[in-house]
């Protein structure tokens, strides 16, 4: 195999494939038909596999064509993306809606945010802090451009990135009177358990493990607010389940501690960025990279002239 491959052939690929035929491809790229099969040929002699099936009907893609479509078009779009980027000076400026889930809030957007702020002084960024279902549902309507949520969003057109996991744990003040550890869920269950809203699924899951232990209508205050949930967990309200990783100041005063509780390990929190695919999606694929980036604790300083 040639260790370069014409893009220009791959684009006739494409074209080939999505409209049937040669002539139609030849039209469309406005050559003459010859060409388009001696860009085809090229092709299939450097990947060495065969793309097409031909007979009197016309082309049919092989399977090994249908698994590289997928690749060429991703390939084509790249080069959208660039030449747009190439062709926009300012392709980074105006209004970016974000929408963030709370923990994300807790954790590292304000590096990010100091980030976007110092490297794209004319992109303005407004953020909306938000439950996923809420966050799905208003990317689905274009209401924001991007959104980090629990993910991923496995939908057409849908693209993710996956950002960070947290894990969850059994949460509460050293004053509320639970008896030895370890805890069953019978007695987690005497009390309410507080956790992430009840379209959640960390409350589904908390739920469902709690009914599956015999606990009959498990008492479940979910609520779209952390610092709420903290608030009724510090108050003794009950126990609650949440991701520790924003409450080292809570944990290392004692005023909250894990619990060890006789149950199934209990699920990450995983979270995406995720945006809508299109013309525009430009600006949301780069801010989705610098958030994962962020993420880890990766986001570098500022190179000179950005």
Known sequence: MRAMIDLRNIETFFWVSTLGSFRAASEKLNTTQPAVSQRIASLERDLGVRLFERDARGVT???KGHELLSHA??????????LQAAREQNVMRGPL????????????????????????????????????????SHLTARQIDL????????????????????????????????GPEP??????GTLPVITYPSSSSPYQFVRDMLTRAGVQAPRMYGS???????????????????????????????????????????????FTATWVQGPDSHVARVIAQLAQQAAVGRLGPLSHGV
């Open 97 to 136: 809606r974000i929408g963030v889930a709370e923990t994300i809030v807790q954790t590292w957007l304000p590096a990010l945010v100091e980030y976007l702020h110092a490297a794209y002084p004319a992109l303005v960024l407004q953020i909306e802090v938000d439950t996923t279902p809420v966050l799905r």
């Open 61 to 63: 893609l092989t399977g």
């Open 224 to 270: 779209a607010s952390l610092s709420m949930v903290v608030r009724m967990t510090l108050d003794c309200i009950g126990t609650s389940v949440i991701a520790p990783v924003f409450l080292d100041k809570e944990l290392a005063s004692g005023e909250l501690r894990l619990l060890d509780v006789q149950a199934d390990p209990l699920p990450d929190l995983a």
């Open 183 to 188: 805890l069953t869920l019978q007695r987690i």
């Open 147 to 178: 959104a980090f949520l629990m993910g991923p969003v496995v939908e057409a057109r849908f693209e993710n990135l996956p950002l960070c996991a947290y894990p969850l744990a059994w949460v509460a003040s050293p004053r509320l009177a639970l």
């Open 73 to 82: 078009e991703r390939m084509l779009q790249l080069r959208r993306d660039m």
